[in-house]
């Protein structure tokens, strides 16, 4: 409550902690006033104290019209009586309206509405004050039975599943001819909601992100130690490889490539904390708390960090420490893995906000992760590799990356077995097996004619390549998150008065606009834009033919 209190209120700290107090004390919520709202991995707050923490959020708004989804659900009768009487004294101080759909309530809680609305099969059934539902019941002939609750009386006469449809037709056909005309409502010029800046919201967003963070295991720090685990334990099946010598080649040519493949797997966990996010992000935009580049900008901000130490555990301990690296190249082996992990964190953010299902969008991200593995050029060289398959040699991250950490990992190393030579190819082996070189250069050289082994330094431009990939992927994903949280939506037209008398089946008729989440269009043309930025950048740094699907 205090994050959304500095969100939507511009008043001095004091006011602030004061209005959150009043709320906290009036909704029963101080003796669970420290306590996390909970997630899969603590439970936190019970079903009803959450319901009124989110009634809460909502009324440090300040808001003119407040509409409330079932709010009552999840609470004791009590609870919900206590918590109506407390919005009513709100409604009525700040001169608010409050819009509510109650599936059950209580005497007492339906009686406290000024203005009530009973709805079936789309039409309305009665609108008007509680207290006149007894008369009504009567002109309908249905009488309310003493210590009869009005609503759940009314509610039976128009349950077709109770009464019969012919009934609940009687009963809206009655309150058609009563009432022709639907009630026009003017609310005149509302308020505009003044908003904190994108910077303000952005620096409270990177606070309560970075709590979350840190409370929410599965996002970095469980990756952290998910990392050095299978790193380690790839390190230990291959410890004979951290030996300079000619046998050990192959091995630590491969075992660099794990180094590289392995951590950025784990990404796909990652979708399922985005778009669980994602979901409570999307109603705050909705409901005007904070704006989609704050989001985005908060959330770039806090992952630098955190990639950093990602690349930390996935390599100190196992190739440094375990394997023997190549302790030269160490600052550049960090900031590519960095650099190549956060890439695939754009990857998994996209997945995670471009489908509603978190499992549908793990399985696509694993997908990508193995086109990337088995295309990166640790296998075979992407000139074995036929068109257009050899594009995703190009347009995934992992070529990049393993193409420089082999170069980093071999440049400037001497490997036992094999002398220098003034003859051609520049080494010779006095002993039978393999022979690949002296140096490491000669080692890599020898690679490449069947693996992408980096004999040439191309740190910067892999580096550059696999942040425009990022890049890429991180504005589509802000693009999709604008879209599908964007608040503008066309009024749809009242029915006729006439329509309603003759039977209408609803009060008001949708127009055909698509909707983000019911069309995959927009999907589509957010996918061709992405095959042509990537083509294009990759005949740029490539010289390769650009790929046409």
Same mark, same amino acid.
């Given at each position: 409550?205090?994050?959304?209190?500095?969100?939507?209120?511009?008043?001095?700290?004091?006011?602030?902690?004061?209005?959150?107090?009043?709320?906290?004390?009036?909704?029963?919520?101080?003796?669970?006033?420290?306590?996390?709202?909970?997630?899969?991995?603590?439970?936190?707050?019970?079903?009803?104290?959450?319901?009124?923490?989110?009634?809460?959020?909502? %009324?440090? &708004?300040?808001?003119?019209? @407040?509409?409330?989804?079932?709010?009552?659900?999840?609470?004791?009768?009590?609870?919900?009586?206590?918590?109506?009487?407390?919005?009513?004294? @709100?409604?009525?101080?700040?001169?608010?309206?409050?819009?509510?759909?109650?599936?059950?309530?209580?005497?007492?809680?339906?009686?406290?509405?000024?203005?009530?609305?009973?709805?079936?099969?789309?039409?309305?059934?009665?609108?008007?004050?509680?207290?006149?539902?007894?008369?009504?019941?009567?002109?309908?002939?249905?009488?309310?039975?003493?210590?009869?609750?009005?609503?759940?009386?009314?509610?039976?006469?128009?349950?077709?599943?109770?009464?019969?449809?012919?009934?609940?037709?009687?009963?809206?056909?009655?309150?058609?001819?009563?009432?022709?005309?639907?009630?026009?409502?003017?609310?005149?010029?509302?308020?505009?909601?003044?908003?904190?800046?994108?910077?303000?919201?952005?620096?409270?967003?990177?606070?309560?992100?970075?709590?979350?963070?840190?409370?929410?295991?599965?996002?970095?720090? $469980?990756?952290? *130690?998910?990392?050095?685990?299978?790193?380690?334990?790839?390190?230990?099946?291959?410890?004979?490889?951290?030996?300079?010598?000619?046998?050990?080649?192959?091995?630590?040519?491969?075992? *660099?490539?794990?180094?590289?493949?392995?951590?950025?797997?784990?990404?796909?966990?990652?979708?399922?904390?985005?778009?669980?996010?994602?979901?409570?992000?999307?109603?705050?935009?909705?409901?005007?708390?904070?704006?989609?580049?704050?989001?985005?900008?908060?959330?770039?901000?806090?992952? *630098?960090?955190?990639?950093?130490?990602?690349?930390?555990? /996935?390599?100190?301990?196992?190739?440094? $420490?375990?394997?023997?690296?190549?302790?030269?190249?160490?600052?550049?082996?960090?900031? +590519?893995?960095?650099?190549?992990?956060?890439?695939?964190?754009? @990857?998994?953010?996209?997945?995670?906000?471009?489908? %509603?299902?978190?499992?549908?969008?793990?399985?696509?991200?694993?997908?990508?992760?193995?086109?990337?593995?088995?295309?990166? $050029?640790?296998?075979? @060289?992407?000139?074995?590799?036929?068109?257009?398959?050899?594009? %995703?040699?190009?347009?995934?991250?992992?070529?990049?990356?393993?193409?420089?950490?082999?170069?980093?990992?071999?440049?400037?190393? #001497?490997?036992?077995?094999?002398?220098?030579?003034?003859?051609?190819?520049?080494?010779?082996?006095?002993?039978?097996?393999?022979?690949?070189?002296?140096?490491?250069?000669?080692?890599?050289?020898?690679?490449?004619?069947?693996?992408?082994?980096?004999?040439?330094?191309?740190?910067?431009?892999?580096?550059?390549?696999?942040?425009?990939?990022?890049?890429?992927?991180?504005?589509?994903?802000?693009?999709? #998150?604008?879209?599908?949280?964007?608040? /503008?939506?066309?009024?749809?037209?009242?029915?006729?008065?006439? &329509?309603?008398?003759?039977?209408?089946?609803?009060?008001?008729?949708?127009?055909?606009?698509?909707? +983000?989440?019911?069309?995959?269009?927009?999907?589509?043309?957010?996918?061709?834009?992405?095959?042509?930025?990537?083509?294009?950048?990759?005949?740029?740094?490539?010289?390769?033919?650009?790929?046409?699907?």
């Amino acid at each position: 409550m205090e994050y959304s209190a500095e969100l939507y209120m511009q008043v001095g700290t004091k006011e602030r902690k004061d209005n959150i107090d009043l709320i906290v004390e009036k909704l029963g919520l101080a003796g669970c006033a420290d306590t996390g709202a909970g997630n899969e991995f603590f439970k936190g707050m019970s079903g009803g104290q959450k319901k009124r923490l989110s009634l809460g959020v909502a %009324l440090l &708004k300040g808001t003119s019209i @407040m509409f409330l989804d079932g709010p009552t659900s999840g609470l004791d009768a009590a609870a919900a009586a206590s918590v109506f009487g407390f919005l009513a004294e @709100m409604a009525y101080e700040a001169n608010m309206i409050i819009v509510a759909t109650i599936q059950q309530p209580s005497e007492p809680l339906f009686m406290s509405f000024s203005s009530v609305m009973f709805l079936a099969n789309g039409r309305v059934a009665y609108h008007d004050t509680p207290q006149q539902v007894e008369q009504h019941c009567a002109d309908l002939g249905r009488p309310l039975p003493t210590y009869t609750n009005p609503a759940c009386h009314f509610m039976q006469l128009v349950n077709s599943d109770l009464v019969g449809s012919d009934q609940v037709d009687s009963v809206l056909v009655c309150w058609g001819k009563r009432h022709s005309a639907p009630p026009q409502l003017n609310f005149g010029n509302l308020p505009e909601h003044a908003h904190q800046s994108v910077m303000a919201q952005t620096c409270t967003l990177l606070r309560r992100q970075g709590l979350i963070s840190i409370r929410d295991p599965s996002l970095y720090f $469980g990756r952290m *130690v998910t990392f050095l685990l299978a790193n380690s334990f790839f390190a230990v099946i291959y410890f004979m490889a951290r030996q300079h010598s000619q046998e050990y080649v192959l091995p630590r040519f491969f075992l *660099v490539g794990f180094f590289c493949a392995v951590p950025t797997m784990f990404s796909a966990v990652a979708v399922y904390s985005f778009n669980y996010q994602f979901q409570l992000i999307a109603k705050e935009v909705g409901n005007g708390l904070i704006s989609a580049r704050s989001y985005t900008l908060a959330t770039f901000v806090l992952e *630098v960090p955190y990639m950093m130490m990602l690349a930390l555990f /996935a390599m100190v301990v196992p190739l440094y $420490g375990i394997a023997n690296g190549n302790i030269p190249g160490f600052f550049w082996t960090i900031t +590519i893995m960095a650099v190549t992990l956060w890439s695939f964190e754009c @990857m998994a953010q996209f997945f995670a906000v471009i489908f %509603l299902n978190a499992l549908v969008g793990m399985l696509c991200m694993l997908g990508l992760w193995a086109l990337a593995f088995l295309f990166s $050029g640790v296998f075979l @060289m992407p000139e074995f590799v036929i068109w257009p398959l050899r594009g %995703l040699c190009s347009a995934l991250p992992l070529t990049y990356a393993s193409r420089s950490l082999h170069h980093l990992e071999f440049h400037g190393t #001497v490997w036992e077995g094999a002398q220098l030579s003034s003859k051609r190819p520049g080494f010779t082996c006095g002993q039978e097996g393999p022979c690949y070189g002296r140096t490491g250069d000669q080692v890599l050289h020898s690679l490449s004619v069947l693996f992408a082994a980096g004999v040439e330094n191309t740190i910067a431009k892999d580096i550059g390549i696999i942040l425009i990939i990022g890049v890429i992927f991180k504005t589509i994903c802000f693009a999709v #998150v604008v879209l599908r949280t964007h608040r /503008a939506h066309a009024a749809w037209p009242i029915v006729s008065a006439q &329509k309603i008398s003759e039977g209408s089946t609803a009060i008001r008729e949708r127009p055909n606009i698509p909707y +983000i989440g019911e069309t995959r269009d927009r999907y589509i043309v957010v996918v061709v834009f992405a095959i042509v930025v990537v083509s294009l950048w990759e005949q740029a740094f490539l010289d390769t033919p650009i790929i046409i699907l």
